[in-house]
């Protein structure tokens, strides 16, 4: 399964981006999947998950209520809505199953100015 991340840009705190993550394949309606970031000199962490049906939905706490994962299995496309983006928000988006595979793209990179 390949991944494409999309979206990322710079944006002043408080505003908004999208990201979308576009996968190639036939299993990716059937995968939990996730959204993952890493800023500079930090490890990788989770940010949000969600089911394979999108029933359900899990997320950092330090992301709950600003930010929103979904998908759209028809088009094997997961997003991520990022709300009230805060400076410490800035990293590089990937998306990947959940728990994670070796197989991650090339992300997208968020940038908030204060």
């Known amino acids: 399964v390949q991944l494409v991340e999309s979206g990322g840009g710079l944006v002043q705190a408080g505003g908004s981006l999208r990201l979308s993550c576009v996968a190639s394949?036939?299993?990716?309606?059937?995968?939990?999947m996730g959204w993952y970031r890493q800023a500079p000199g930090k490890q990788r962490e989770l940010v949000t998950a969600?089911?394979?049906?999108?029933?359900?939905?899990n997320y950092a706490a330090s992301v709950k209520g600003r930010f929103t994962i979904s998908r759209d299995n028809a088009r094997n496309t997961m997003y991520l809505q990022m709300n009230s983006l805060k400076p410490e928000d800035a990293a590089v988006y990937y998306c990947n199953t959940f728990p994670p595979s070796g197989n991650w793209g090339q992300g997208t990179q968020v940038t908030v100015s204060s």
């Open positions: 969600i089911t394979s049906n999108g029933s359900g939905t």
């Open positions: 394949g036939s299993t990716f309606s059937v995968n939990v």
